[in-house]
């Protein structure tokens, strides 16, 4: 079993070779021990709370809707953190990145942990038909990334069973808390990387993200024959590398307060809950 799985992974890897996805993954390769630094138990810095509280969010989420034992796709598992989360739960999970060393670092996540899941390299568009049907697919942090998101949604309805659930994460491009720190980051990343050259402030001033609207993200969901149920937002602060205004004790406790209010669209992201019809 596991020498066929190895064979996919170098098979997927092959077919990505040069592929926009790959050097995207190319990009994250640098990045997977910092991804697993921020879920550290003990880790507290202001950029860990960030990813933390965006995982509680979705978890809680899944947690509502899953059934025992559910079948669960993480795309874009970063370093497994979240997957193990699942995996945990008592969830069949599958799950896939593009970056070669966030699958490494995903496999000794759950090693570590004592638990298993189905981990590959690759895109949605990657995944066999037989992961399918799926109770949920579950993202964080990956739509920004995909430049034409409209072929990724329609493989997860396909993927999907009557029912089941898509939950996807986006950066808000409608807050004004976005705007003030996307062009401050810009500003402060391009000075530093002037003076250091490191290539993590380069990758600040040329990101390969973007923001969206939830009108917008509603939109993609629609246009893949999902069913949007609800929109949660989430940090509702500004964050400069670990420093956060207001200080992200605060920020806690604002999600908590204004997630409930008519201000809650002032969260920096926001998870978008979508059902795919029964029939």
């Not at 020498?3 to 993954?25: W, Y």
């Not at 669960?72 to 598992?77: A, D, M, P, Q, T």
């Not at 996540?109 to 579950?138: K, Q």
């Not at 997860?156 to 939950?167: A, E, F, I």
């Amino acid at each position: 079993m596991n020498g066929a799985k190895d064979q996919t992974t170098a098979s997927t890897s092959s077919q990505l070779k040069d592929s926009a996805p790959e050097k995207l993954g190319r990009v994250f390769d640098p990045y997977a021990q910092a991804y697993d630094d921020f879920y550290r138990p003990d880790a507290v810095d202001g950029r860990s709370f960030e990813y933390r509280n965006r995982q509680q969010v979705a978890l809680r989420i899944l947690d509502q809707l899953l059934p025992p034992s559910a079948n669960v796709l993480e795309f874009g598992c970063g370093a497994g953190h979240t997957t193990a989360e699942l995996a945990r739960r008592g969830h069949r999970v599958v799950c896939i990145d593009i970056s070669e060393q966030m699958v490494a670092a995903t496999r000794r996540t759950l090693a570590a942990a004592n638990l298993s899941a189905d981990v590959s390299l690759g895109t949605v568009e990657d995944l066999p038909p037989n992961c399918a049907p799926l109770d949920a697919a579950l993202a964080l942090g990956v739509m920004d990334y995909i430049p034409e998101p409209e072929p990724t949604m329609a493989r997860l309805h396909q993927l999907l069973k009557p029912g089941g659930y898509c939950v996807l994460s986006f950066a808000n491009s409608s807050t004004p808390l976005n705007w003030i720190e996307i062009g401050m980051k810009r500003a402060i990343a391009m000075v530093l990387y002037v003076v250091t050259r490191k290539l993590r402030y380069r990758d600040i001033v040329y990101s390969n993200s973007r923001a969206s609207s939830p009108r917008r993200a509603k939109a993609l969901f629609e246009q893949a024959g999902l069913i949007c149920e609800r929109v949660e937002y989430f940090n509702v602060g500004v964050r400069l590398g670990s420093f956060w205004f207001p200080p992200f004790a605060l920020v806690r406790r604002w999600d908590a307060v204004l997630g409930r209010s008519v201000f809650r669209s002032l969260g920096r992201g926001f998870i978008v809950v979508g059902r795919k019809p029964e029939k």
